[in-house]
């Protein structure tokens, strides 16, 4: 098969109101990502995932979109929209926008609508149902706690929301919504953006018979119960014929609940729906079967992660493209998480990482500030917090006398959104250089240290290890097209892999842990040259992996 542009591609993703100000009202915008669109060129990344910039009452910040061709008031206008677009494109980078279409705003003018009655054109642009004995319809909870159902007095019915319930679903079934949603794209496609992320794309086609589920530790059922299928592949097969096609796109699906078996198809590589997707299978590894991400703090099993990285790579192979991520905006910082944040450890772990993730096959993602290195924020108090998710979430358990308030604040510190959030450290100047006003959100008091200016410039840096990796994954064929074998399964502390090509091959193997290793390489390496290592000195030696060692091995 013919190789495609997004497959030797590395996307960074801008979540745009912690990237940089540039009027000092404390929030990121569109002139503040032009200014710095050089720097992602130098990092080497060449496709930017951009997070919602359309108008929006920002109940999550943006991922409720009241008019979808329109531009955020605080981001700017369209004009500086199509400036940045252009800039980018001078530059070599493809914009790829996020795409927010399971739900809208209730302040959409299509809600509005369809509030009104329930004989209104729009009726049926969203989900509407009569209550079961006084209550909800069903017992289905939305995604930040809480009920999905919302009821409405001005026709006495009550309306799905699996987000906040400021996000009414939008009802696909209905012909008129895919009709209104493909024109929306093909506009911004004839701007000529590059293609886009599609947020929980696997939700748009409900059961909509609503059955109740099984009652979670939140007090009603999952989202996954009634949200998967299913219509989902007609309904992009047909956004394909109608739109994608018509274009040469990079897409990516946001996918929660789907198996690498159904990833088959919906990035199946004849190319009839999505280029890939993000999976959740890695992300869940240490959430908490019973309680969730906002119940406890779960450490890595190294073991369970090899797995679920493994059947991604092995299922997909041969049938559809992978795609790589450890961070976005919903996911705390790498480094803290699965790394080792303390100054000892915290450029060599976050270089580790990244090696472990950029040599497997997929196309990987970037996210601000991951390049430095951030660590999540040392959050004391809940008035901090700004994300609705793990706000809601932890305050239902609360509630519920699941949680004291000590152990949410615990939980915050590890699996808040916000972790990712807090603004992108680029210089040792007041508040990084991201503002000159107020910040949104704070920034990390470690941004003295830890920021791009210090970064760029040292040959060491956590942000030239991953130019290494990038420049390296860019004209190796080995590494886009290589077969991908996961050895050492059982061990729990390294992580080693396997990447074979005709007769070439690379051998990769990470420490996870801060203590040294003993490791033999198979013995079709010996021989074989090192190509990256993170610790700057070549002091030890096979068979000693030194504590987050990442060697990169070729023969
Ligand atoms: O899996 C998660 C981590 O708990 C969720 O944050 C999950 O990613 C999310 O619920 C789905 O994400 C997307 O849709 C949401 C929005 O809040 C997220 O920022 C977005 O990425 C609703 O639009
Ligand atoms: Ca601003």
């Known amino acids: ?224 119960d009634v949200a998967t299928g299913p219509h989902e592949h007609e309904y992009l097969q047909e956004m394909n014929r109608r739109v994608l096609s018509k274009y040469d796109l990079m897409t990516v699906g946001e996918c929660p609940g789907v198996s690498p078996e159904k990833a088959r198809q919906y990035a199946n590589l004849e190319g009839t729906e999505l280029s890939m997707i993000f999976q959740f299978d890695h992300t869940s590894v240490d959430v908490d079967p019973k309680l969730g991400r906002y119940g406890a703090v779960v450490p890595l099993n190294l073991v369970r992660l090899k797995e679920a990285m493994a059947r991604w790579e092995n299922i997909l192979e041969g049938y559809a493209w992978n795609s790589l991520y450890w961070d976005n905006h919903d996911q705390p910082r790498i480094v803290s998480r699965w790394g080792n944040d303390s100054e000892e450890y915290r450029a060599l772990s976050a270089k580790m990482l990244a090696a472990c993730l950029h040599m497997m096959k997929g196309t990987p993602y970037v996210f601000q500030g991951e390049e430095l290195g951030m660590t999540n924020y040392p959050w004391t108090s809940i008035d901090q917090i700004n994300d609705i998710e793990s706000r809601g979430n932890s305050q239902v358990l609360v509630d519920r006398g699941i949680i004291t308030e000590e152990e949410r604040m615990k939980v915050m510190r590890a699996n808040s959104r916000d972790n990712a959030r807090t603004p992108m450290q680029w210089d040792a100047s007041p508040n990084a250089g991201f503002t000159t006003g107020h910040p949104w959100l704070p920034v990390n008091p470690n941004y003295r240290t830890i920021n791009a200016e210090a970064e760029v410039m040292d040959p060491d840096s956590v942000f030239s290890f991953y130019k290494k990796l990038i420049s390296y994954r860019k004209q190796s064929d080995l590494v886009v097209h290589g077969s991908f074998t996961m050895l050492e399964e059982d061990n729990p502390s390294l992580f080693v892999y396997k990447r074979e090509l005709g007769d070439q091959k690379m051998l990769v193997i990470c420490n996870f842990t801060d203590q040294s290793v003993e490791y033999s390489i198979p013995e079709e390496f010996s021989g074989a040259r090192e190509e990256i290592d993170n610790y700057p000195e070549n002091g030890a030696e096979i068979p000693e992996i030194r504590p987050y060692e990442a060697k990169i091995l070729v023969k």
């Open 1 to 224: 098969m013919e190789e495609k542009w997004w497959q030797r591609s590395v996307v960074y993703q801008i979540y745009p109101r912690s990237f940089q100000d540039s009027n000092g009202d404390g929030i990121g915008d569109l002139v503040g990502i032009t200014k710095r669109l050089p720097y992602i060129a130098g990092l080497g990344a060449d496709v930017i995932w951009l997070s919602p910039v359309y108008a929006s009452p920002n109940d999550d910040n943006g991922y409720d979109i009241s008019d979808y061709r329109a531009i955020m008031k605080e981001f700017g206008t369209m004009e500086d929209f199509d400036r940045m677009l252009e800039t980018a494109h001078s530059l070599g980078l493809r914009i790829v926008m996020d795409l927010v279409v399971n739900h809208t705003s209730d302040e959409h003018r299509w809600f509005r609508e369809s509030k009104k009655s329930k004989d209104s054109p729009y009726r049926d642009y969203y989900i509407w149902r009569d209550g079961k004995d006084g209550a909800e319809p069903s017992n289905q909870g939305s995604c930040f706690g809480g009920s999905a159902w919302e009821y409405d007095e001005t026709t006495g019915q009550y309306y799905l929301h699996l987000f906040s319930k400021k996000q009414p679903d939008l009802n696909w079934d209905n012909p008129k919504v895919r009709d209104e949603v493909f024109d929306m794209m093909d506009w911004w496609l004839k701007k000529g953006i590059d293609g886009f992320r599609m947020d929980v794309i696997s939700l748009i086609s409900k059961n909509q018979k609503f059955p109740d589920g099984k009652v979670q530790v939140g007090g009603y059922s999952s989202f996954a």
